[in-house]
């Protein structure tokens, strides 16, 4: 798909993009920002890995590339709202200020066309991981860099054998008992602290598994990311969300099925 104008939506929600890091799929988050504009565009966490970056520098031209194409929808007058992640904590002390026009801040509040409230976060402040035991979870980032690896070498065999794509972490999300328990409570977790803002929805990223439903009495929505599933959330204008798997860099190349990656 190669729209000759990009689609315009209200608002969009971009989360777990990961510049600086191996697996990032920048090219393809490029060639949505060109193919799709917004009033107002939230960056909802780990945009920057700076874990990723400690461990060694790799910052390509078309990371840089993506960074200034956000700059440039800052001067076109776009609203960018950066909330960041545990990758880039970094910037966590920043809040209140701004970076070439991006908005840094803790959490945002979004009133939808429809009026609906949502809280916006990035949501590792929930992963008991991330927040009680740090040694875990990066070593666990080291493990999700390693299956992204063995990944990418599987489908280009599977490529050379005339099969579509095939996750390895995706695969797992399902049918690994933990992880989908841990999706679960993750978005149980979430969902409650929204209504605590008394916020009717809650727009969040972290776990790189992209979802709107209304379980446990609330609006809960996922980003996704932009290391394998390419997903971003849009906002119509009604109100209406939406996510949207782009694959258009590569159209050979078939991405997971986000119809059914979905916590039981």
């Known amino acids: 798909m190669n729209a000759t104008r990009p689609r315009r939506f209200r608002t969009l929600f971009i989360s777990d993009v990961h510049l600086g890091a191996r697996g990032c799929q ?68 920043y809040y209140g200020t701004h970076f070439g026009g991006i908005e840094v801040v803790e959490q945002a509040l979004h009133t939808a066309a429809d009026g609906r409230k949502y809280l916006v976060v990035h949501g590792d402040h929930f992963d008991l991981v991330v927040t009680q035991a740090r040694w875990l979870a990066l070593l666990g980032d080291k493990a999700y860099d390693l299956a992204l690896t063995v990944n990418r070498l599987f489908n280009t065999m599977r490529r050379w054998c005339g099969l579509g794509y095939w996750s390895l972490s995706q695969w797992a999300k399902l049918k690994v008992k933990n992880a989908v328990s841990y999706i679960g409570e993750y978005e149980r977790a979430l969902a409650a602290d929204a209504k605590k803002h008394d916020a009717e929805g809650i727009i969040c990223g972290h776990i790189h598994h992209a979802a709107i439903h209304d379980d446990f009495g609330i609006r809960y929505v996922n980003c996704g990311d932009w290391v394998e599933s390419c997903t971003a959330i849009a906002e119509h204008g009604d109100g209406r969300l939406e996510i949207i798997q782009w694959i258009a860099e590569h159209p050979e190349v078939e991405v997971p099925d986000l119809s059914e990656v979905r916590a039981a």
């Open 26 to 93: 920048a090219g393809k988050l490029l060639d949505f920002l060109r193919n799709h504009e917004a009033d107002t565009i939230y960056l909802v966490g780990d945009i920057v890995d700076g874990w990723a970056l400690k461990s060694g520098w790799y910052w390509p031209q078309s990371h840089n590339d993506v960074v200034q194409k956000l700059l440039r929808q800052v001067r076109k007058g776009t609203r960018i709202v950066y909330i960041p992640g545990n990758h880039d904590e970094f910037l966590r002390g």
